[in-house]
């Protein structure tokens, strides 16, 4: 479980990588257009996402739904190795470490990118929660079950 989570971490990090892109690639000019253009992407697959994973259903395959996103997972990763150039030039940018402990505590020491930051991490803690428990919820709002008293060792 912990290892899809990381995995899931890292391939999340689609839309920083298509901003950086379009950041690196478009003059200042036309960057606001690029990024129009990864929202309308956003936004088509929120509408058409959703459809797809209902036509899976109809596929007699157990896991149908799993397998196809499977597959459009690896559609996309393959187009990107094919199709997406490099844009960081070698000896261009300074060579970084993992993490750079000062850059973070003088991002956080700045008042508006700070609170931006806490902000951000309060969020995603947030969902992260709601994504955890939702599983929960909806066995208590659908079998009328209490849940946390089969969770607790010492409650018979």
Same mark, same amino acid.
């Given at each position: +479980?912990?290892? /899809?989570?990381?995995?899931?971490?890292?391939?999340?990090?689609?839309?920083?990588?298509? =901003?950086?892109?379009?950041?690196? @690639? @478009?003059?200042?000019?036309? $960057?606001?257009?690029? +990024?129009?253009?990864?929202?309308?992407?956003?936004?088509?697959?929120? *509408?058409?996402?959703?459809? #797809?994973?209902?036509? /899976?259903?109809?596929?007699?395959?157990?896991?149908?739904?799993?397998?196809?996103?499977?597959? +459009? /997972?690896?559609?996309? #990763?393959?187009?990107?190795?094919?199709?997406?150039?490099? *844009?960081?030039?070698?000896? &261009?940018?300074?060579? $970084? $470490?993992?993490?750079?402990?000062?850059?973070?505590?003088?991002?956080?020491?700045?008042?508006?990118?700070? /609170?931006?930051?806490?902000?951000?991490?309060?969020?995603?803690?947030?969902?992260?929660?709601?994504? &955890? *428990?939702?599983?929960?919820?909806?066995?208590?709002?659908?079998?009328?079950?209490?849940? =946390?008293?089969? +969770?607790?060792?010492?409650?018979?």
């Amino acid at each position: +479980m912990f290892l /899809s989570r990381v995995g899931a971490g890292v391939a999340g990090a689609t839309i920083a990588t298509a =901003q950086a892109v379009i950041a690196d @690639t @478009t003059t200042p000019d036309k $960057r606001a257009h690029g +990024m129009a253009l990864i929202g309308i992407a956003f936004g088509i697959g929120f *509408t058409f996402g959703p459809l #797809l994973g209902f036509a /899976s259903l109809f596929v007699p395959f157990h896991g149908a739904p799993g397998f196809a996103a499977a597959a +459009m /997972s690896l559609v996309a #990763l393959v187009l990107a190795f094919r199709l997406l150039p490099e *844009t960081c030039k070698p000896g &261009s940018l300074p060579p $970084r $470490r993992w993490l750079n402990w000062g850059g973070l505590y003088r991002a956080l020491r700045t008042p508006a990118v700070g /609170s931006l930051i806490l902000i951000f991490f309060l969020a995603t803690f947030a969902f992260g929660g709601l994504e &955890s *428990t939702l599983a929960l919820v909806n066995k208590l709002l659908l079998t009328g079950k209490e849940v =946390q008293r089969e +969770m607790d060792p010492w409650n018979p």
